[in-house]
């Protein structure tokens, strides 16, 4: 595993086996790593040499210091601290509002639980209201997620708080790692690797937002706490007890995210094995985790036959196909998902992750590998944790999606398996070093990254450092809160309004109603002519069948010239032209108003659901597609309509609310 690891995420590996441009962030990074770790290397050997006693007796009283509180009064501290860190970034970052589809996606299916419903009815044209991640399903609206995450998010909108779930889940993942580390290996290095996830960017960062990954992460982490205390425990009670929690705890994982959950449950499973071999007296108690284990998925499966139609199947396979699942074939994006390509992606996501999850001026995976290497032994507890981090990656590599959010988000679940060997990385150098400058300045090395990474000033353009990190990460939250309130106070009740999200936005969504699976569209929109598309959906809307609006329209847009993508517009909103070619009077005016304001994913969470899950009351929502908006007069012509318009002045956002006039 250490050649492993260094090989993938030390060597880059990424940018040797791409056809692409690679990694071009990794020639800053390698040269702020090198600079970073030489100055606190030097600046530990200097201290050593100045100060050998005071060292020593820093070290012994910081020992003493960590192993001083209780264990429950240390699994609350550090819980506690966790919840607070993770708050405050939520508001740093966010301001406590999502910022990803993935996140707006799970708001909509958490305000449809809420509500006490799975699902919303269809509407006659889901193009007004759909978005890339929702399913209009045989008659069925909903999220493509797994109903777990969206289920705990709704726990936190019936209070009003759904930005509150991940800091609470993030002191919970903490306290796990404590527990698990403590028993499993001893209780400093527990205490130390809590001490390094709760200090860690990337995990603090993911706890703020409203990601599936810390729900997952907590629920993984509980399984293995309760691994620890049912291996260690010769007393039947107990170890039932922490077989259900064990159980349960895998069983809500796999609602959430079923991949992670499948990974760490073939891991703990044949780690289980190979304990009831010696541990007769523990068989019974797989019983009872099975079963604890069946009921959340067995809750799952209900849920996904109600709203997909089958009990093995996700809403992302009915939205985007069998090729949405992982392995080396084609991908719902139309090309083929190689080795080569998977060994690209999780080099990319380890050298992400040397960046990304400590913020220190070192690679952490380079000092991961180094423990692993200078270990004098390993335990069942080692093959356990380096089984489920080579299953992951391994996993992921098999994986389709390359994907990032606050840092390399796939691995986010292994993040306590990184953190576990960064916390014995000391212990472990300091074992093959004799006595001397070079040995008690190992243990400066660790504090001196940890404090580095906190106190330095952030920076365009640096990688290193928890302050560069957030800046880089910072986004601009969902500004839907603020046209709701504004709406509800300056439109009529019962009204629409209608909001523009943008060119693309339109086009696409008139693609997928028009029968083209999401992704497709997305890259057709993004790289095909905008005006050929916009003609071409209109003529084909002129015939009778809705179902044969995308492939009437793309035989049209076939056969057109190679066209560019526009400079300096958003992923979302990209667009592209041919070259050359004179823009008409209505591609001018769509194009005057590319670039969405406020989406209709993010104010789904918004949209009032009647008893019978049809959209109704005060205020209804829907995508501005100016003379083709009268396709909604039969459906609300009752209510008066109106227009939202953003405007911003003195750093302040408001809407206004415009009557809405026929565009003719």
Request: hydrophobic fraction near 50%; charge should be positive; proline fraction near 6%.
């Amino acid at each position: 595993m250490a050649t492993l690891l260094v090989l993938l995420g030390v060597v880059p590996m990424a940018n040797l086996v791409t056809m692409g441009p690679g990694l071009p962030w990794l020639v800053t990074a390698v040269r702020e790593w090198v600079a970073g770790t030489t100055a606190v290397v030097l600046v530990a050997i200097v201290l050593a040499r100045l100060a050998p006693a005071r060292i020593d007796a820093l070290r012994t009283s910081a020992r003493k210091i960590i192993l001083a509180p209780s264990p429950v009064l240390f699994a609350g501290a550090i819980g506690t601290a966790a919840v607070a860190l993770a708050l405050y970034f939520g508001w740093n970052l966010f301001h406590w509002r999502p910022v990803t589809g993935d996140e707006f996606s799970q708001r909509w299916q958490a305000h449809l639980l809420s509500l006490g419903r799975l699902y919303a009815r269809s509407e006659v044209h889901p193009e007004f209201f759909g978005t890339i991640e929702e399913l209009d399903h045989g008659g069925r609206w909903f999220s493509q997620f797994p109903v777990g995450g969206p289920a705990l998010l709704a726990m936190g909108t019936i209070v009003g708080a759904p930005w509150i779930l991940n800091p609470i889940l993030s002191g919970i993942s903490t306290i796990a790692l404590y527990r698990f580390a403590a028993v499993a290996i001893d209780e400093l290095t527990g205490r130390i690797a809590a001490m390094i996830l709760l200090l860690s960017p990337f995990f603090l960062f993911m706890g703020g937002s409203e990601m599936n990954h810390t729900a997952t992460l907590a629920c993984v982490g509980t399984a293995l706490a309760s691994l620890a205390a049912w291996s260690s425990r010769a007393e039947g009670g107990k170890a039932v007890r922490s077989a259900a929690l064990l159980g349960a705890s895998l069983g809500v994982a796999a609602t959430i995210r079923p991949f992670d959950a499948a990974i760490a449950s073939v891991a703990i499973g044949i780690f289980q094995l190979h304990v009831i071999m010696k541990r007769v007296d523990l068989r019974r108690s797989l019983v009872v985790q099975l079963i604890a284990g069946l009921v959340p998925v067995i809750a799952l499966l209900l849920v996904n036959r109600a709203t997909v139609g089958r009990f093995i199947g996700f809403g992302y396979d009915a939205l985007n196909g069998a090729e949405h699942r992982p392995g080396f074939h084609l991908t719902p994006l139309g090309f083929v998902h190689t080795p080569r390509r998977g060994l690209y992606m999780v080099s990319a996501y380890l050298l992400k992750l040397d960046a990304g999850m400590m913020g220190w001026a070192v690679p952490v995976v380079l000092l991961v590998a180094v423990t692993l290497y200078l270990q004098r032994s390993e335990s069942r507890w080692d093959r356990l944790l380096l089984g489920i981090l080579a299953m992951m990656l391994a996993g992921y590599a098999a994986y389709w999606s390359e994907s990032y959010f606050l840092g390399p988000r796939f691995l986010f679940t292994a993040l306590p398996v990184f953190a576990i060997y960064l916390a014995r990385f000391t212990g472990v150098l300091r074992e093959r070093l004799r006595e001397g400058v070079v040995r008690r300045a190992v243990s400066l090395l660790v504090p001196l990254w940890i404090i580095a990474a906190w106190v330095i000033p952030a920076a365009d353009g640096r990688i290193s450092g928890v302050w560069s990190l957030a800046r880089v990460y910072r986004a601009k939250g969902s500004e839907a809160v603020t046209l709701d309130a504004d709406a509800r106070k300056n439109v009529p009740a019962r009204a629409l309004v209608f909001v523009d999200d943008g060119w693309h936005a339109r086009l696409a969504a008139r693609l997928r109603a028009g029968g083209m699976r999401p992704l497709i569209a997305e890259q057709v929109v993004s790289s095909m002519d905008a005006c050929t598309i916009q003609a071409a959906l209109d003529d084909a809307e002129r015939s009778d069948d809705a179902g044969t609006i995308a492939p009437r329209a793309m035989a049209i847009v076939a056969r057109d010239a190679p066209a560019a993508p526009v400079p300096g517009l958003s992923t979302a909103d990209q667009l592209a032209f041919v070259p050359g070619r004179a823009l008409s009077e209505q591609c001018q005016r769509e194009l005057r108003r590319s670039s969405g304001g406020v989406t209709i994913a993010e104010l789904l969470p918004f949209e009032p659901i009647d008893s019978l899950g049809r959209l109704d009351g005060p205020i209804v929502y829907a995508r501005d597609f100016g003379p083709r908006d009268e396709l909604l007069r039969a459906r609300f012509g009752d209510r008066p309509w109106f227009v939202a318009h953003r405007r911003e002045y003195g750093g302040r956002v408001e809407f206004r609310f415009v009557p809405y006039q026929p565009v003719r």
